[in-house]
């Protein structure tokens, strides 16, 4: 498994850890990570985790793990001073590291808090609200640009949520998958979602987005052992043979037309 740290696993709510906090995740962080077959890490993943909450990880020939601790981008975070010298660090770190890459090799971007406006808000029909701030959003915009072509996908939380998300800009779309929840908070249900990827010619890519959830009331109402159910595919819902950003925008320019008529 590749965990990720979100804002409620931070020693205080929306704060800057310190080493000292790093080292205790990392008791936890690399078992999980190092527990997959032929799974490695890079030589320096020990010290890279104890500075920022960050790594990567070879999960198989010519594919890469990317974890980010988007904390360090976050909006909400009020010790700005201090979160800003560690996030030029993190973002550079993520373009040296894609850079590294030879131009056949796919990387999986996961995060916590998604590069995206909050759809809580947009929901609401208040105020748009950010959740990284514009100047780390900007630069992460930017690497995604330069590396487009060996980002096979990204997926997030935060949300308690199943979105897809993509950012149109004049030179490339940004494409995210922001995942469900299996806490029930916001008046959700239990789910989680799988991702399945496929070999091609030009890679690695993904295929297809399953989201599973259950319902409450089997546990409190019904008294019964916890079921899963397939709840959705977006490539059925979208009708798509494989998740690419490409192919996720394509589709979606074609819905907005549609809709515009």
Not at 91 to 102: K, V
Not at 185 to 200: C, D, L, M
Not at 242 to 258: D, N, P
């Amino acid at each position: 498994s590749f965990p990720t740290i979100g804002n409620n696993d931070l020693p205080a709510h929306n704060s800057v850890p310190d080493i000292g906090w790093y080292s205790s995740m990392l008791q936890v962080f690399e078992p999980a990570i190092k527990r997959g077959p032929g799974v490695t890490v890079p030589a320096n993943f020990r010290e890279i985790f104890m500075y920022g909450g960050y790594y990567s990880a070879n999960v198989a020939d010519k594919f890469t793990v990317i974890s980010l601790n988007t904390n360090l981008f976050s909006a909400s975070v009020k010790d700005r001073t201090s979160q800003h010298g560690y996030a030029v660090s993190h973002l550079q770190w993520l373009n040296d590291t894609l850079n590294a890459f030879p131009s056949t090799a796919r990387a999986l971007i996961i995060g916590h808090h998604p590069p995206t406006l909050s759809l809580y808000n947009l929901y609401a029909k208040t105020i748009a609200k950010n959740f990284w701030r514009l100047e780390h959003f900007e630069k992460f915009r930017e690497i995604f640009r330069r590396h487009h072509m060996k980002i096979m996908g990204m997926f997030f939380g935060h949300e308690h949520q199943d979105t897809v998300v993509v950012e149109r800009t004049s030179e490339v779309e940004m494409g995210s998958f922001t995942l469900p929840s299996v806490s029930p908070i916001y008046s959700g249900q239990p789910s989680y979602g799988i991702a399945v990827i496929k070999e091609t010619k030009d890679g690695k890519k993904i295929k297809d987005f399953f989201t599973f959830h259950t319902w409450l009331d089997y546990y409190t109402r019904l008294k019964k052992e916890p079921k899963f159910f397939t709840y959705q595919s977006l490539g059925e819902i979208f009708q798509l043979d494989e998740l690419t950003h490409e192919a996720c925008t394509a589709k979606f320019k074609t819905l907005l037309t549609s809709q515009m008529r």
